[in-house]
């Protein structure tokens, strides 16, 4: 028989943002101490008091990504520079569950017309269990919109 502890540790979620021009793309993390990330979740994604549902994961507004740990804003508006974006943390060893402090997302006007950038630069890393699908978006600003294949 194994004996299993762990020692308590204080800890808080937070979230940081993308800045977005209106109309393109940001990207919300939500991120918590690495050692509680093997029996963590994002429980819940709110834009200021409601949640974000999930929805339509192709062509809603909003998209969450690596086991919820990313959250798109597809199409960025004006508003979105006004509301506060946090997430929820459910550390499944304790059942303690954290709000992070909430974020507002830079929004700029629409820029003039601009060839295709990406807005995260870098290798995306996605988990998967074996025979499910994945999902790894391609977060891209131009204008006018690009059309991506």
Partial sequence: MH??????QEWQAHV?????????????TCAAPVSLRD???????????????AGDQLTGPTLVVDE???LVVRSVRTDDSRAHYSC??????????????????????????????????GIWEASARRGADVLLP????????????
């Fill in 3 to 8: 004996a299993f502890s762990f020692v308590w």
């Fill in 16 to 28: 940081t943002s993308t800045p977005a021009e209106v109309g393109g793309p940001a990207l919300l």
């Fill in 39 to 53: 029996h963590a979740t994002v429980a819940a994604w709110y834009r200021d008091e409601s949640v974000v549902s």
């Fill in 68 to 70: 919820g740990w990313k």
């Fill in 88 to 121: 929820s943390v459910l550390d499944s060893l304790t059942g303690e569950r954290r709000r992070s402090t909430p974020v507002s997302i830079d929004v700029s006007p629409l820029s003039v017309p601009s060839a295709p950038r990406a807005i995260v630069h």
């Fill in 138 to 149: 391609c977060l891209v600003h131009a204008n006018p919109p690009a059309t991506i294949t």
